[in-house]
């Protein structure tokens, strides 16, 4: 990488990918698929292989990606500024932004396992929950390199991840919570900081709690989601 994989103050224009907000580069733009789940994304052609190979593998290790809350190319500014976001050049993914919210509570809040980041990582991605500010963005991935770094991460993915079979790490185990005196949905989702809320939690165990999320009692162990 011709770049710092922290370095946020040299832009994308500034590394060789020409103007984005407010331009509009959708011609630039290529649609990728992840197999699996089906998830569609739009992102710049230069990185869109390299992007397909890293939602495959995720999804082939064991992370499922949700069509209706993936995102890439966006024409737009950073908000609230007049800046160009990564999104404008195609550079930038937010995967599943229902269970990776960005926050400024300076913690992060996601279901991303720790193997996932590190597989972005290697090749050129950012990721947004390591923001050193009270800013956190999970769900947001972005491409730190130029064009020719695009080219020698797909190359090394090709290498790693396509010509190699690579080990399938073991499954979490089924996380569960056994539920306190006190207790409530709300605060059992925000302390263990599931996604989706308390909402995702009376789903996942809707045949325990029965048709009133309100009616938790001590004693039952609920499955995290």
């Excluded at 290529?30 to 869109?48: C, E, F, L």
């Excluded at 926050?103 to 396992?113: N, Q, R, S």
């Excluded at 050129?124 to 730190?144: I, L, S, T």
């Amino acid at each position: 990488m011709r770049f710092s994989m922290s370095d946020y103050s040299i832009s994308a224009k500034e590394k060789g990918w020409g103007p984005g907000w407010s331009a509009n580069r959708s011609a630039d733009m290529a649609r990728v698929r992840a197999d699996r789940s089906g998830t569609g994304i739009n992102v710049h052609k230069r990185v869109a292989p390299l992007v397909d190979i890293l939602l495959d593998e995720s999804e082939r290790r064991g992370y499922r990606f949700h069509p209706k809350s993936c995102g890439g190319y966006v024409n737009r500014a950073i908000k609230n500024t007049d800046k160009p976001s990564n999104h404008s050049w195609g550079l930038a993914v937010d995967l599943n932004w229902d269970r990776n919210p960005e926050t400024f509570d300076g913690e992060v809040h996601t279901d991303l396992p720790g193997w996932l980041v590190a597989l972005w990582n290697r090749y050129g991605f950012a990721w947004g929950g390591h923001y050193r500010n009270r800013h956190k963005d999970p769900m947001h991935f972005e491409f730190m390199g130029a064009p020719a770094d695009a080219d020698e991460m797909l190359a090394k993915a090709r290498r790693e991840l396509i010509a190699k079979a690579t080990p399938v790490p073991a499954p979490n185990p089924t996380r569960k919570y056994t539920v306190a005196a006190g207790d409530n949905l709300s605060a059992i989702a925000n302390r263990l900081h599931i996604g989706g809320g308390w909402q995702a939690l009376f789903q996942r165990n809707r045949q325990v709690i029965g048709p009133d999320p309100n009616k938790i009692k001590p004693g039952m162990v609920l499955t995290l989601p």
